[in-house]
């Protein structure tokens, strides 16, 4: 850390951190949920839009691992989160134009290629402030929560009535924020690894079967809710509900999001990590089931989404938990960088590719069935898992 900077973990820090979340998932909000429909309103067909939403992911394969691996060398992880804020709010204006599918294409690749990484380097740097303290991080990562609980609603209620025309200036607004905010934080640094110190191979916990049994429900896990990212926007939207409906669907799995995380500190105790594992993957195979099965009521749709709190929100952080656990130290950045690749890149792009060409085939419903099946094989990774580790105790309480 800088001379003179507060003591890491310190309030002002944590509301910085807060304040990112806030502003990077205000972005998320309106752009993940609206980006199908906005790529529906240009006349693209659905796999030419599954494509270009696999933009996002395949940026995920790479970007992630090497930011993560730049800022373990340098511990500069603030200075490469305001790097990539601000190319991808240069990136975002070429929305703007119109170019056809590999214009847009070639956006999407340069923009994500720089949000893609933010959120691992932010994790990075949130894991040491908190210091293993489960539920200070889940106060500030509900502000994330509460920023794309904003957005999805509010959006939706702008594009139901001006149309997704204005989908661009929302772009560069919000990633506008997104850069104030990374402008704002406080210039926390690890130390600098000394140039003829070697580097901490990762190799050795890549082999450690536990390690392997995690990232392999992580995977599975993911992969399987893509079914929900990529296309619930456009599920719903084929049932005939409005724009503003589909905006507050999303905005009830936010709102159950935001719950989980301001209570997490109280239930992540109870169970040790590896069962909490398992049981977000019982759930996410509920989800999926409900969603592709009784779509057309709005009650069951209402269910499924509240669902999120524990198919997405407790897995997340019992995810970090974990990658903090098998990846300390000089390990943290790469770690939280393949947490990254394996879940929200490869498993994005097979999520969203497969999910786009079953969808185009078979409809939505064989869709969402082969996500039940997929978070099914994820419970049984992660029951193996605690398997492996049968003294495993709980988490520590906040």
């Not at 990539?84 to 929305?95: D, E, H, M």
């Not at 580097?199 to 392997?212: F, H, K, M, Q, T």
């Amino acid at each position: 850390m800088s001379g003179g900077a507060p003591a890491a973990g310190g309030r002002g820090h944590l509301l910085a951190f807060a304040a990112l979340s806030a502003s990077y998932f205000a972005h998320i909000g309106f752009f993940n949920p609206y980006l199908p429909l906005w790529l529906k309103d240009q006349g693209l067909p659905i796999f030419t839009i599954s494509l270009l939403a696999a933009v996002q992911s395949f940026t995920r394969v790479f970007a992630p691992y090497a930011w993560g691996a730049l800022s373990d060398h340098t511990g500069e992880r603030v200075r490469l989160l305001r790097i990539s804020a601000a190319i991808a709010l240069a990136a975002s204006f070429g929305l703007w134009f119109q170019g056809g599918a590999w214009w847009i294409a070639l956006v999407l690749l340069v923009l994500f290629t720089h949000t893609s990484s933010m959120m691992g380097l932010t994790e990075a740097a949130m894991a040491h402030l908190v210091a293993g303290d489960w539920g200070r991080y889940g106060r500030i990562r509900l502000w994330g929560s509460a920023g794309f609980l904003v957005t999805v609603f509010v959006a939706g209620e702008w594009f139901e009535r001006f149309g997704m025309r204005h989908f661009p200036m929302w772009a560069g607004a919000t990633l506008a924020l997104v850069l104030f905010a990374a402008w704002r934080l406080p210039d926390v640094r690890e130390p600098r690894a000394p140039a003829h110190q070697a580097r901490v191979p990762i190799g050795p916990v890549l082999r450690d079967p536990a390690v392997r049994w995690f990232l392999s429900a992580l995977c599975l896990h993911v992969t399987a809710h893509f079914a929900v990212y990529g296309f619930l926007s456009l599920y719903l939207d084929s049932l005939g509900y409005s724009k503003g409906m589909i905006g507050f669907l999303w905005a009830v799995s936010v709102l159950a999001e935001v719950v989980w995380f301001f209570g997490q500190g109280r239930f992540l105790s109870r169970l040790p990590m590896e069962r909490w594992l398992w049981v977000c993957g019982a759930f996410g195979v509920a989800r999926m089931a409900i969603t592709g099965a009784a779509g057309q009521w709005v009650w069951a749709i209402l269910l499924a989404q509240g669902l999120h709190a524990l198919s997405f929100a407790a897995h997340h952080t019992t995810c970090i938990a974990l990658v903090t656990r098998y990846f300390p130290g000089r390990l943290r950045g790469r770690g939280q960088a393949l947490f990254t690749v394996v879940g929200y890149g490869i498993g994005g792009v097979a999520g969203v590719l497969a999910g786009g060409a079953l969808a185009s085939r078979f409809g939505f419903g064989i869709m969402f069935g082969a996500a039940a099946l997929l978070c099914a094989l994820a419970t049984g990774c992660a029951w193996r898992l605690e398997r492996l580790q049968p003294s495993a105790e709980p988490a520590a309480a906040p």
